[in-house]
C-alpha cells in the first residue's frame, strides 16, 4: 500500500519561510513524478510544482521562492517555501504520479498542473501566512 504522509505546515508571517516534508511509503520515489498541489477557501485545487524525467515545472507565482526537492535514502520530498505571501494560504498536498516517459503511462500529452496525472496524494497540511 503506497502511502504519503505530509507535515511541516503551520502559521507563518509574510517573508517568512516553511518546508513542508512528505514521507512516502510503498513505492520508490526516484522511479516517479514528484509535485506539490494546493488548495485555498473556496478555490480549486491548484498545482504548485512538479519534477519528473529532468524537468522541475511551476506555476509563475512561485518561481524564485519554492523549491522542490527529495532524499531518496529518506523516501522523502520537499517544498522549501521562501518569502511567504498572504496568498500562498492554502491546504498543500504532495502528489506522486508517473513520469511523462513511464512505459505504461498512457501516450497523451503530459500536464504536469492536471490532477488526474498523479495516482497518490498525501493528507494535506496547513499552511496560514498572516501578520
Known amino acids: 500500500e503506497v502511502q504519503l504522509q505530509a507535515s511541516g505546515g503551520g502559521l507563518v508571517e509574510p517573508g517568512g519561510s516553511l518546508r513542508l516534508s512528505c514521507v512516502v511509503s510503498?513505492?520508490?520515489?526516484?522511479?516517479?513524478?514528484l509535485g506539490w498541489f494546493r488548495q485555498a477557501p473556496g478555490k480549486k485545487r491548484q498545482g504548485v510544482l512538479s519534477?519528473?524525467?529532468?524537468?522541475?515545472y511551476y506555476i509563475d507565482s512561485v518561481l524564485n521562492r519554492f523549491t522542490i526537492s527529495s532524499d531518496n535514502a529518506k523516501n522523502t520530498v520537499y517544498l522549501q517555501m521562501n518569502s511567504l505571501k498572504p496568498e500562498d494560504t492554502a491546504v498543500y498536498y504532495c502528489?506522486?504520479?508517473?513520469?511523462?516517459?513511464?512505459?505504461?503511462?498512457?501516450?497523451?500529452?503530459?500536464?504536469?498542473?492536471?490532477?488526474?496525472?498523479?495516482?497518490?496524494w498525501g493528507q494535506g497540511t496547513q499552511v496560514t501566512v498572516s501578520s
Open positions: 502528489v506522486v504520479g508517473k513520469r511523462p516517459s513511464a512505459p505504461d503511462r498512457p501516450r497523451t500529452l503530459y500536464s504536469w498542473s492536471n490532477p488526474l496525472e498523479y495516482d497518490y
Open positions: 519534477r519528473s524525467d529532468g524537468s522541475t
Open positions: 510503498g513505492l520508490t520515489i526516484d522511479d516517479y513524478a
